[in-house]
C-alpha cells in the first residue's frame, strides 16, 4: 500500500507563486522510482483535471493551461514530487491532488488533496 501526503497549498494573490509538495510511502517492498507521479486539480463546480507528469524516467508532461507557469520535479532520493507554480491565476484555484501509478503492475493511488485559491 502506498500513502501519498500534499502540503503547500494555501492563498496566493495573482502572479503569486507556490510549491506544492507530495511525499511517498509505503512498506519495504515499495519502490518510488517506478511510479509515474501526477498532479490533478478540482477547481469549485468543475471536474477533476490533469495538471502535469513525471514519469519514473523523469520525462514530463503538462496541461496546455500551465505551459510555462508550472514546474514539475521529483526527488527519488527523498521519495517526494514537486510542483512549482509560478505566475498564478485566479483560474488556478482548486484542490490539488497528487497520484501515483506504478509502471509495472498494478498500483494507482491518491493523497487528500491541499487547496489553493488564488485571489486579491
Known amino acids: 500500500q502506498v500513502q501519498l501526503v500534499e502540503s503547500g497549498g494555501g492563498l496566493v494573490g495573482p502572479g503569486g507563486s507556490l510549491r506544492l509538495s507530495c511525499v511517498f510511502s509505503?512498506?519495504?517492498?515499495?519502490?518510488?522510482?517506478?511510479?509515474?507521479m501526477s498532479w490533478y486539480r478540482q477547481g469549485p463546480g468543475k471536474q477533476r483535471e490533469f495538471v502535469a507528469r513525471?514519469?519514473?524516467?523523469?520525462?514530463?508532461d503538462y496541461t496546455d493551461s500551465v505551459k510555462g507557469r508550472f514546474t514539475l520535479s521529483r526527488d527519488n532520493a527523498n521519495n517526494a514530487v514537486y510542483l512549482q507554480m509560478n505566475s498564478l491565476k485566479p483560474e488556478d484555484t482548486a484542490v490539488y491532488y497528487c497520484?501515483?501509478?506504478?509502471?509495472?503492475?498494478?498500483?494507482?493511488?491518491w493523497g487528500q488533496g491541499t487547496p489553493v485559491t488564488v485571489s486579491s
Open positions: 513525471i514519469t519514473s524516467s523523469g520525462n514530463t
Open positions: 509505503g512498506s519495504i517492498f515499495t519502490i518510488f522510482s517506478v511510479y509515474d
Open positions: 497520484n501515483a501509478i506504478r509502471t509495472l503492475g498494478p498500483g494507482n493511488f
